[in-house]
């Protein structure tokens, strides 16, 4: 499985933001996983943004959740993020990330596949 | 949102053993999983459900998890173990249910 992140490096202040993240070697449409994206600031840990289940059901972070929207592809295998009226603390790498979720006892397991990351720069 | 407590940093000599803690409230009741990240790459998993390792992660790579306290014990360690290390849980009752720790900087010696 490889997951590749693509996107604009550099976004000015107040646009949006948008990712793209494209899966190959195997499905986006199992329902034994979610597809998440996640953040890093320079020289900062993981921040968890959102994560998005094929059939629909999404989660995002309440600190982010009035600007942030997730979405699948499945027919194109891609898995989409936009963050609206960004500043300059948006500036990161952004990762795409494959999901485990033990479908049987509804339990979500750890971020198994990683995107390489895109670093996105918030300035003017 | 829950809170995951991780150490700025833990420094070991190599062939010794070096042990990350990550603590939580009651994380003992939840499921750790454990990412290894070097400079200018994407995380990797070695540890996940606590104490079970992916396909290709050496059995130097441990995990344990109990009370509020989770550990990563790298045994062995060498140099090629330098790298940054950050715990993760899944918060089945929160709005914010995944959470990652601040992340642990092992130096190799």
């Known amino acids: 499985l490889q997951l590749q992140g693509s996107g604009p490096g550099l976004v000015k202040p107040s646009e949006t933001l948008s990712l793209t993240c494209t899966v190959s070697?195997?499905?986006?449409?199992?329902?034994?996983?979610?597809w998440g994206w996640i953040r890093q600031p320079p020289g900062k840990g993981l921040e968890w943004i959102g994560s998005?289940?094929?059939?629909?059901?999404?989660y995002y972070n309440p600190s982010l959740k009035s600007r942030v929207t997730i979405s699948v592809d499945t027919s194109k295998k891609q898995l989409s993020l936009q963050l609206s009226s960004v500043t300059a603390t948006d500036t990161a790498v952004y990762f795409c990330?494959?999901?485990?979720?033990?479908?049987?006892?509804?339990?979500?397991?750890?971020?198994?596949?990683w995107g390489q990351g895109t670093l996105v720069t918030v300035s003017s | 949102s829950y809170v995951l407590t991780q150490p700025p940093s833990v420094s070991v000599a190599p062939g010794q053993t070096a042990r990350i803690t990550c603590g939580g409230n009651?994380?003992?009741?939840?499921?750790v999983h454990w990412y290894q990240q070097r400079p200018g790459q994407a995380p990797m998993l070695v540890v996940y459900?606590?104490?079970d390792r992916p396909s290709g992660i050496p059995e130097r790579f441990s995990g344990s998890n109990s009370g509020n306290t989770a550990t990563l014990t790298i045994s062995r360690v060498e140099a090629g173990d330098e790298a940054d290390y950050s715990c993760?849980?899944?918060?089945?009752?929160?709005?914010?249910?995944?959470?990652f720790g601040g992340g642990t900087k092992l130096t190799v010696l």
């Open positions: 990330a494959r999901q485990v979720y033990y479908n049987g006892v509804g339990v979500s397991g750890p971020f198994d596949y």
């Open positions: 070697g195997g499905s986006i449409s199992s329902s034994n996983y979610y």
């Open positions: 998005r289940y094929f059939i629909g059901r999404t």
């Open positions: 009651n994380i003992g009741t939840k499921s």
């Open positions: 459900d606590d104490n």
């Open positions: 993760q849980v899944w918060d089945s009752n929160s709005d914010h249910p995944w959470v």
